[in-house]
């Protein structure tokens, strides 16, 4: 099993530790990435026999399970790993919302034992995959879990941008950036920028304009099967692209990015059978008291 971490919390270091010796308790062999993360378990590695791995060494490859200790950013950082190995990850939350995240820090301990007694389910998360193309040429790929953004470089200055749909142009307009988001991220990034909420069942692509100038700037849902575009203005300024908040690259003037849906999904190991519908009500504390329970107590 490869362990992954947030290494800058507080709660960290003593529920990494309990991971770490009740896996050993249960014969299970742990792996750690980078001796960072070793350190964080302490000098005897939490009482388990740690194996210390780099990121470049494809740390996940023929584990059963990616165990995540921390938030949804800790998350993404291990869906890097787990990916290319088609394991699934299962998340601790040790941060704030933990949207990604399957249990809270307080049931740790019941986490860990139906690990060890393999009680969880695996989903799969749609992903996307991004081509950037400069100059006619072809000049980066990669891919997000979350969502793909095009922004602009400089605080003081405007993106103009034009966004296609299979071949298509939509709209163009000055904005803050364009998110190109999966279900899964549509209660990220894209859900601050003004987006819906996508169930992940739901086999959609998400656009979402960030403060666009325009009359028509709302998001767009569209088909897993369309080609999303969005070209940089090439008598405009440069921009970035951003993916997960992670994978970063510099756009040059008429650089034009597409997103179609990924390759290979993320695989999330889930712990209950309950709709998305109460992960949503619990995560983001949705208050689903009506009028008729308030009348009913003023009687």
């Avoid at 950036?177 to 086999?203: D, H, M, N, Q």
């Amino acid at each position: 099993m490869l362990l992954v971490v947030h290494p800058d919390r507080d709660a960290t270091r003593p529920a990494a530790r309990e991971v770490a010796a009740r896996l050993a308790a249960a014969g299970i062999r742990l792996r750690v990435v980078d001796s960072d993360v070793r350190d964080l378990l302490g000098p005897d590695g939490g009482g388990a026999a740690c194996t210390v791995v780099a990121p470049g060494q494809d740390p996940a490859a023929g584990t059963e399970l990616v165990l995540v200790l921390g938030g949804d950013g800790t998350l993404l950082r291990a869906a890097e790993l787990a990916r290319p190995a088609g394991v699934a990850l299962l998340g601790v939350n040790l941060g704030r919302v933990g949207f990604l995240t399957e249990a809270d820090s307080d049931a740790l301990t019941e986490t860990v034992q139906r690990v060890v007694e393999r009680r969880y389910r695996v989903e799969e998360r749609m992903t996307v995959d991004v081509t950037v193309h400069a100059e006619g040429r072809e000049i980066a790929r990669t891919w997000a879990l979350n969502e793909a953004s095009v922004e602009k470089c400089s605080r003081e200055r405007i993106l103009d941008a034009l966004i296609a749909v299979d071949g298509r142009p939509v709209s163009s307009f000055g904005c803050d950036g364009v998110l190109c988001a999966t279900p899964t991220g549509s209660t990220a990034y894209a859900f601050s920028a003004g987006g819906p909420v996508i169930w992940p069942e739901v086999e959609a692509l998400l656009v979402v304009p960030s403060n666009a100038h325009a009359m028509f700037s709302r998001p767009l849902v569209v088909s897993r099967d369309s080609v999303i575009t969005v070209e940089v203005d090439p008598d405009g300024l440069p921009a970035v692209l951003t993916c997960d908040g992670l994978r970063h690259l510099e756009l040059p003037r008429g650089a034009v990015v597409q997103v179609v849906s990924g390759q290979v999904p993320v695989r999330l190991a889930r712990l209950r059978d309950g709709p998305f519908t109460d992960r949503l009500v619990h995560k983001f504390a949705l208050p689903v008291k009506g009028w008729r329970e308030r009348h009913a107590r003023m009687r």
